[in-house]
């Protein structure tokens, strides 16, 4: 298999244009050109660490405060799943478990997976590792759903008289984690991908 870096060429990553190697900018659009981001990986495990970091106090804390008449509560993300699978909510339960707990952390090993296995080809090929990386890619766009529903709800209930539902600072702490493994997944380098095994 010949790639394009083996025919001495390179792509644009802005635009998609084709050029000879050594050649310093786009002609089409002006970016930069290089064959391969040779930080790329150091940049994916330092917001992998931090999106890592973020999501701890994202489970630990509360993700609602909830105040009514009587009394004020407070939810973490796994408590109101469990409180909804109590009222009977149980579709609603395990949205909320499967976007707040599985993807998150399924995001997690599969993005330290690829950046591990790209030195080490007998663990996984390298298509195999392409269809990782688009997966990877195809689950950030809905990593941000626990963080919307809270604040559908904080803007729903705040004008009601009976109670009023506020953000807890698990909320900032799970979009903080979203937003890290986000830019992890768009640090990485897929063309990397293609190199031989060193």
Same mark, same amino acid.
């Given at each position: 298999?010949?790639?394009? #870096?083996?025919?001495?060429?390179?792509?644009?990553?802005?635009? *998609? !244009?084709?050029?000879?190697?050594?050649?310093?900018?786009?002609?089409?659009?002006?970016?930069?050109?290089?064959? #391969?981001?040779?930080?790329?990986?150091? !940049?994916?495990?330092?917001?992998?660490?931090?999106?890592?970091?973020?999501?701890?106090?994202?489970?630990?804390?509360?993700?609602?405060?909830?105040?009514?008449?009587?009394?004020?509560?407070?939810?973490?993300?796994?408590?109101?799943?469990?409180?909804?699978?109590?009222?009977?909510?149980?579709?609603?339960?395990?949205?909320?478990?499967?976007?707040?707990?599985?993807?998150?952390?399924?995001?997690?090993?599969?993005?330290? /997976?690829?950046?591990?296995?790209?030195?080490?080809?007998?663990?996984? *090929? %390298?298509?195999?590792?392409?269809q990782l990386f688009s997966v990877v890619e195809?689950?950030? !766009?809905?990593?941000?759903?626990?963080? /919307?529903?809270?604040?559908?709800?904080?803007?729903?209930?705040?004008?009601?008289?009976?109670?009023?539902?506020?953000?807890?600072?698990?909320?900032?702490?799970?979009?903080?984690?979203?937003?890290?493994?986000?830019?992890?997944?768009?640090?990485?380098?897929? !063309?990397?991908?293609?190199?031989? %095994?060193?």
């Open positions: 298999m010949v790639t394009a #870096r083996d025919a001495g060429l390179v792509g644009c990553t802005r635009c *998609g !244009r084709v050029h000879h190697m050594g050649t310093p900018a786009c002609n089409r659009c002006g970016a930069p050109l290089s064959s #391969r981001d040779d930080t790329s990986l150091q !940049r994916v495990w330092a917001w992998w660490w931090a999106g890592l970091i973020a999501y701890i106090p994202a489970n630990l804390y509360p993700m609602l405060l909830t105040s009514t008449l009587v009394s004020n509560t407070e939810s973490t993300i796994v408590g109101g799943a469990v409180e909804l699978f109590l009222h009977g909510d149980v579709g609603v339960a395990l949205i909320v478990l499967i976007a707040s707990v599985v993807i998150p952390i399924a995001k997690f090993m599969a993005i330290a /997976f690829l950046a591990v296995s790209i030195n080490k080809r007998h663990i996984m *090929g %390298e298509h195999a590792q392409h195809f689950i950030g !766009r809905w990593s941000m759903i626990d963080v /919307f529903v809270v604040a559908i709800l904080a803007s729903l209930v705040r004008f009601s008289v009976v109670a009023t539902i506020n953000p807890g600072i698990a909320a900032v702490s799970f979009a903080l984690s979203v937003a890290f493994t986000m830019q992890a997944a768009l640090s990485f380098d897929p !063309r990397i991908i293609w190199d031989d %095994e060193k």
